[in-house]
């Protein structure tokens, strides 16, 4: 799988996964103690495993941008 093909999925999970982050701390009281671990814990586990492999896929692009000389 080329970069930009994965570069498109993970954004796509990512946003999937911010949405799950936010509706599920907005409903924490309507869902139980249980789900909310799963969903929001979990969650929040892959969403910063997308995260580094995101920064990763882009490493280029952080080095030119961040990291160059001068």
């Known amino acids: 799988m080329d970069r930009k093909r994965a570069l ?5 999970i990512i946003a999937i996964l911010i949405i799950s982050q936010a509706s599920s701390a907005i ?3 309507l869902i139980g103690r249980e ?4 969903v929001h814990e979990g969650g929040g586990v892959l969403l910063f495993i997308g995260v580094i492999i995101h920064v990763i896929l882009n ?5 030119s941008a961040y990291l160059k000389k001068g």
């Open 27 to 29: 409903l924490r009281g």
């Open 35 to 38: 789900a909310f671990e799963v």
């Open 8 to 12: 498109k999925i993970i954004n796509l």
């Open 59 to 63: 490493w280029g692009w952080v080095k």
